[in-house]
């Protein structure tokens, strides 16, 4: 936040549902709740199909986001909380929804997510997260089969990203397309640190770097970490990048650039990846409830 009150971070959340489709027909409602340390998801599943979703903020109190959550995706889509059958939560606060039936990590359910969202082709996933990124590969039917993690720093995640929207006071919507409205691309800042990151960006401002061209800095730095990170794993294709970071065509391009790889572009929002993989991992434990 600024010193005037301005959130230049703050990003858009949302809520969406499938009009076309009547939840009292279901046989089995399921929900995932993907509690990050920057955001948290809610996905409302009928019978193992996607049925509607909430985005929010997480705010200060892990279990308060869950709620809420969940409450938002219940409330557009016009469901009593008693409907649903059966609750799954992961993401770095999974251990703090208290209302769930049982918790599954998040790299799992990443897993699942994007293989409903891109299709039984995707092989690699990019998790760009609040403040960790994992690459993920995964088989034909959505299981892990190896991952990695950088989890010690938030430069390259969401988080990082927000500290430069609030420091260039640049609305974090416009950052991707701006970091392309420069002369020539810049080099990268040199620190992977966002602390430091941050200090440096100041510096290129007091040399006369125009706000555009820090963007651009901060991009492409976060897209060469990113992609030694997916390198040392290995990109099979089809590759999906989930994560807020996603919508950041700045961020996206670069890597896409240096992997020489095209990430998907599926219709769905795939920040809700986590949480739609909770909510058919739902869906399959609801069922082998009612087999017993």
């Known amino acids: 936040m600024t010193a005037d009150g301005k959130e230049f971070w703050r990003w858009s959340e949302g809520r969406w549902h499938d009009a076309t489709l009547d939840w009292r027909a279901a046989k089995s409602i399921t929900a995932g709740i993907d509690v990050g340390s920057v955001s948290s998801e809610a996905v409302l599943c009928l019978d193992g199909r996607l049925f509607a979703w909430n985005t929010i903020r997480t705010g200060s109190s892990s279990p308060e986001a869950a709620r809420l959550a969940l409450d938002g995706a219940l409330e557009e889509a016009g469901m009593p909380r008693e ?9 770095y606060g999974r251990v703090n929804v208290p209302f769930a039936d049982k918790t599954i990590t998040e790299i799992a359910c990443h897993g699942r997510g994007a293989h409903y969202i891109g299709g039984p082709f995707v092989r690699t996933i990019l998790d ?7 690459a993920i590969r995964i088989d034909e039917t959505g299981r892990v089969t190896d991952f990695l993690m950088n989890d010690k720093c938030a430069a390259g995640t969401g988080r990082g990203m927000e500290v430069i929207a609030d420091l260039l006071e640049v609305p974090i ?9 420069i002369p020539e691309e810049p080099p990268a800042v040199s620190d992977v640190c966002v602390v430091f990151a941050r200090t ?4 290129r401002l007091k040399e006369g770097w125009s706000k555009n061209m820090v963007i651009a800095s901060y991009c492409r730095a976060m897209a060469e970490r990113v992609a030694a990170l997916l390198k040392r794993l290995g990109v099979e294709k089809e590759f999906i990048i989930t994560g807020g970071i996603s919508k950041n065509i700045g961020v996206v391009k670069r890597i896409e650039k240096i992997i020489g790889v095209t990430a998907l572009k599926p219709s769905l929002d795939t920040q809700i990846a986590g949480a739609l993989g909770a909510a058919l991992f739902a869906y399959d434990l609801h069922r082998k409830t009612l087999k017993r």
Not at 173 to 181: K, M, Q, T, Y
Request: hydrophobic share 40%.
């Open 83 to 91: 409907a649903v059958n059966y609750i799954v939560g992961t993401g």
């Open 128 to 134: 760009m997260g609040g403040q960790d990124l994992k």
């Open 173 to 181: 919507g416009e950052i991707g397309e701006r970091s392309f409205d």
């Open 200 to 203: 440096e960006a100041m510096a």
